[in-house]
């Protein structure tokens, strides 16, 4: 008969402990397991969805986004009473103005009338980029004219073309487009002696103006108070 002790009552409560601490951290790690498995799952289906879209449904989503968002404080303002058109211009710095500014400049660089030959150029370029041809109505009138179609100095052209009626209400149409972009022009308006003098040149007198048009109504009584001495 063997007289080594048994184990004692507390070291088998240590080794149960220790056994129930490895089980919860094994029953652990099957948790973040499975957490993984599902988060990788639910990765692919999404990335499989975004695969199926449209090239350009990020940007389709992000600018009805901003619609939505630009309608629901529009809401807002009419609701408070206020013009939401001023009331979002106020969130515009004149850096950022002045910016925009130059950034549609750059995409309309016609600035109006300079002389007669940039004019005619600019309406030339403009004419030829509106040009839509015709291959098949080109095909047939060069068949039906022959070598007329080609006129040299001593081809007699009279009586040979005749314009559609398309083409003369596209020139009628164009006409009218002329008459009512002219009638926006103003003439270069003259150097008022007796006006107030807020600019040092005149570029600078052109960003006062800028500056005025933004903010003029916001800052009227505080350059009053300037002028006056009684500002605080």
Do not use: C
């Not at 009805?64 to 710095?93: F, H, M, N, P």
């Not at 109505?137 to 068949?143: L, Q, V």
């Not at 003259?190 to 600019?199: G, M, S, V």
């Not at 007198?205 to 006056?228: A, C, P, S, V």
């Amino acid at each position: 008969m063997s007289d080594k002790p048994g184990p004692s009552k507390s070291n088998m409560n240590v080794e149960a402990s220790k056994q129930m601490e490895r089980m919860k951290k094994l029953r652990q790690l099957h948790s973040r397991r499975n957490e993984a498995r599902q988060k990788n799952h639910q990765e692919v289906l999404e990335e499989s969805k975004r695969s199926k879209l449209p090239a350009n449904w990020e940007a389709k989503k992000a600018r009805a986004d901003w619609i939505l968002g630009t309608e629901a404080q529009r809401q807002e303002a009419a609701k408070l009473g206020k013009d939401y058109s001023r009331t979002k211009l106020l969130e515009v710095g004149a850096d950022e103005a002045e910016r925009k500014e130059r950034k549609n400049r750059k995409k309309n660089p016609d600035t109006g009338f300079a002389d007669y030959e940039q004019a005619t150029f600019r309406q030339y370029s403009r004419l030829v980029q509106e040009i839509k041809p015709n291959m098949e109505e080109y095909e047939k009138a060069r068949t039906d004219l022959g070598d007329a179609f080609y006129a040299e100095k001593n081809t007699i052209v009279h009586g040979l073309h005749k314009d559609s009626p398309e083409a003369v209400n596209r020139m009628v149409e164009d006409l009218h487009k002329q008459i009512e972009k002219r009638e926006k022009y103003s003439r270069r308006r003259r150097h008022d002696d007796d006006a107030e003098i807020d600019y040092i040149n005149e570029r600078n007198m052109r960003f006062n103006k800028k500056l005025d048009r933004f903010y003029g109504e916001f800052t009227t009584e505080i350059k009053q108070n300037l002028e006056r001495g009684t500002a605080v």
